[in-house]
């Protein structure tokens, strides 16, 4: 035991009983020393503590275990908190052959609810629909409130759909929640079958789409016919950004980021912001939230993605890589075997 607090000390990584440094790509135990499970998860800060949300895939694939949720105070110690949502809060449809994917919680001040939002899908990936729940505690229990699909618009569907778009709106999948500075909140997400991007508004409640639901006004079509998929929005001096990948399934590629003045856009696409080995499969992950970098520099986040393992899901790992948003909104991902706080004040 000695031998290993030693070996661990001097990688950095521990500090009486604890992390101190992210490893991405390695094995990222919680506090009891278990592997996290919280893939194409997001974070909630609320009162001083984060919680991280994410698929549980400890059983492989498909929803048989539902969405579990940890907290920290430093976002490297994490204690897990059990689920937030079981698979049986959801319908059986979505549970064992059926999805859960991509949970993301925001909290209303407003109604002091916490709201989560998720992709819900059966076997075939034809239901693709938004499901929401909400709790009075960040930890959960979620009570279901109930899926569909927030838009409806004739885009041109094809003869035969199968997942029956004219009838009940845009299909959705890989989505995340974004809550803006003036408290309005807003679901970006992947439509008309994954080839185009939606983002919408959300109603006061951030249960629904804010209604009468009108294109332009309350939400809009981005990156159309660009099929991208994994969005991570954020905010940096007024203006928004938005990291998202290519759709090759659980083949990691290239991401792409684009920048808008307004969140309905016009978005202008800026390219691949990773550099170095393996930048051309975003060092073999995809992206799923970008988080503010706590401290007093505005300019610094945290890139948060997953590195699938479709053999082995509960075995697939996380990448959290810091960046800044340099002038001229430029943006660079450099890959770190291991990094520390001390990055943002290099």
Not at 140 to 164: A, C, I, L, M, Q
Not at 221 to 232: C, F, H, L, T
Request: with cysteine; charged share 25%; net charge positive.
């Amino acid at each position: 035991m000695r031998i290993l607090i030693s070996v661990l000390l001097a990688a950095g990584l521990w500090a009486q009983g604890q992390r101190t440094a992210f490893e991405p790509g390695a094995v990222w135990p919680d506090t009891d020393g278990k592997p996290i499970q919280a893939h194409g998860g997001g974070i909630l800060l609320h009162q001083g503590v984060y919680y991280w949300y994410g698929e549980d895939k400890t059983l492989g694939n498909f929803n048989r275990t539902g969405v579990a949720v940890y907290s920290s105070k430093d976002l490297l110690n994490w204690k897990r908190e059990g689920l937030a949502l079981p698979k049986d809060g959801v319908p059986e449809l979505f549970r064992e052959s059926g999805v859960c994917e991509r949970p993301k919680v925001l909290y209303n001040k407003r109604t002091k609810k916490f709201v989560m939002w998720m992709h819900l899908d059966d076997q075939p990936y034809a239901v693709a629909s938004a499901g929401v729940a909400v709790s009075d505690r960040a930890v959960g229990p979620f009570h279901f409130e109930g899926y569909s699909r927030p838009v409806k618009f004739d885009f041109g569907y094809p003869e035969k759909d199968r997942t029956n778009q004219k009838e009940l709106g845009g299909t959705y999948r890989d989505m995340n929640l974004f809550l803006d500075d003036d408290g309005r909140a807003y679901a970006f997400y992947s439509s008309e079958d994954n080839w185009t991007m939606y983002v919408v508004r959300l109603n006061a409640e951030f249960t629904g789409p804010e209604l009468p639901v009108v294109q332009g006004k309350t939400w809009q079509r981005i990156m159309v016919k660009d099929q991208r998929e994994g969005p991570a929005p954020f905010k940096y001096k007024g203006k928004y950004y938005l990291f998202s990948s290519a759709c090759t399934g659980w083949k990691p590629n290239r991401a792409s980021y684009a920048v808008a003045e307004n969140i309905l856009g016009p978005w202008t696409v800026k390219g691949d912001p990773s550099v170095g080995p393996e930048a051309e499969t975003t060092f073999r992950s995809q992206s799923t939230y970008v988080l503010p970098a706590p401290g007093k520099r505005k300019d610094a986040f945290i890139f948060m993605a997953d590195r699938w393992n479709p053999e082995k899901l509960q075995d697939s790992r996380y990448v959290w890589l810091p960046f800044v948003v340099q002038p001229g909104d430029k943006i660079e991902l450099k890959w770190a075997d291991r990094w520390d706080w001390s990055v943002f004040s290099k």
